[in-house]
Each structure stands twice: as structure tokens, then as C-alpha cells.
């Protein structure tokens, strides 16, 4: 874990706050690649990830960018009390939404805050010479974050703007940004559920090879009450032990209990912290994470939040 220091609060939009982080002792932060999030622990043992959006090269700072909302779980108003010179706790960044190591062109589609990992793409895209175009979608102008930076940018002929309360002409079309994009290119979409499904399924529509296919959630889709749950059983592969995992709890609040050491962090099955193979049993997931291939196996299962539709799950824990 590091210890950083608000250096600098700025708004950046409706609701829109962007935070300057640097080292307390003054050192080089960990390396990032582009698309790279943070963990940062907040007060009531509140853990929420923060996508890096600084240019990927800077070791001296870290910038994140938190929409405020009203219906969250509480981590983004944490954030917004925050004022400069209040110190953080964060991890080493770990990336789960990489570019393509493949040199191909990159189709960068962004929906209000999901901008703050794909600036960071832009960014590293531009540095090494790679081609690319961002577009960038808000309902409107105020609702939009980097703006500035953004059309100031080296690469700012690259960068498109959709607001919904724009001109028509101007709104997002992604069947025509996805005809025009070259042979081979790799698509990267982040922001909320309904825009990431919107690309997708334009995309796979389009014939688009799902392996091109990239995209990050910010927050889990509602899930529908499920009146239904069951319990069921997971048994722990290294042990033993089996557990039995009641409607209404997830898999790692009962191994955690247990003192079983399950690794969790959005605890809403976007993140990937929690992934652990599956040796026996059908899982029934319930992750953004995993892709429909990845499901369809059934060899792994996100334990925040997915259940099993077999009577018992082996866990290679
Ligand atoms: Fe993030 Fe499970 S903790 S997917």
C-alpha cells in the first residue's frame, strides 16, 4: 500500500472532481499502463477503484476523477469531502482493462465517466505513435470532464464529442464510427452499463471478432431480485471444508467469515479481484466481469457476487 497526499482538488464538471495525488515522502510512484485503476481505502473500510487518467509516463503524480452520486454506496461522497493536503491509502495500480498489445488502430468509445481510463489511453496511444480516435460521450457539456484537456491536446483532432444536448448531426453513431474504423481494429468502451451494452451489441452486431472486443463497468448493472435464491454449498479444494452459502450472502462474506482469505474489492463483480476457478459444479453468474465465452466454461466464478445452479461448487481455494 502507499500513502499519498491530496495535492490538488479540481472540478472538472457537474458533480466532476478530480484529485492530484502524490507520494508523502515525496518518492516515484509505481509505473502505470494505461487503463490502470487504483484501490483507495476510505474512511468506514470503504475500498473503492479509481481508474488512472494522467498521461501513463508521470511517476511524480496520480490524477482520478469521481462523479459524484447520490445513489452510491458511499464511496464517492467520501471522496468528494475530501480537501487538498488530506492523505490516502492506495495500492499499487493493477490493470484489468490493457490495450492490445497488437500495433492495430483503436476504437476508443467513452460515456460520461468512463473517460478516465481511455484519456489515459489517448495519451499513451499518442506518446508511441499508434492510431486512434476517442469519442466521447455526455448528456451535455457540464456533464462532460476533461474538456479542456481535451481540446488542448496534441491529439485533440483525434477526439470527438457527442452531447445529447448537442446538435443531432453530432450524437454519438456508433454503427457509422465502427463501418469506418480500419480492418483489425481493437474497440475499448467504458461508462456506464447501458452505454458499454449499446457498443457491444452494435458491434457484435457489425460481425466484430469478440477477441477486438474491450470494455471496463464502473458500477454493476441493478440485478433483479431474485425471490428464488437457494442455498447452497461450496467446498473448499485445499481443505475440505464445506460451507453453506444462504440466500441474501455471497460466497466471500461467508468464507471470509469463515476464515477462508477470498480477495475482494468492488464486491459487484466488475473487477475481477475475487475470480477463482472452479473445479466441480455449475456456477450461475452474476458478473460484468467475465465474458459470455468465460461463462460458458464454467471453470471460474466471481465469489462476490455469483451463486451455483449445482448443489455444490468445489473451489480451488
Ligand atoms: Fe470485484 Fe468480485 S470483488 S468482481
New binding site residues.
Partial sequence: MIEVQVVAVREEGEHLRSFELRRTDGGALPTFEAGAHIDVQLPGKLTRQYSLCNAPHETHRYLICVLRESASRGGSEAMHALAEGGVLTISAPRNLFALHPAPAYSLLFAGGIGITPLIAMAEHLARNGRSFELHYSARGPGRAAFLERLRAAPWGDRVHLHFDDGPAHLRLDVAQALAAAPDGAHLYVCGPAGFIDHVFQAAEASGWDPARLHREYFSAAPSPVDAGEQSFEVQVASSGEVHTIPPGRSIAQVLDEAGVFVP???????????VTAVLEGTPDHR?Q?LSADEHARNDQI????SRARSARLVLDL
Fill in positions: 475482494v474489492s468492488c464486491e459487484q463483480g466488475i473487477c475481477g479481484t475475487c458478473d466481469f466471481t465469489l462476490c457476487c
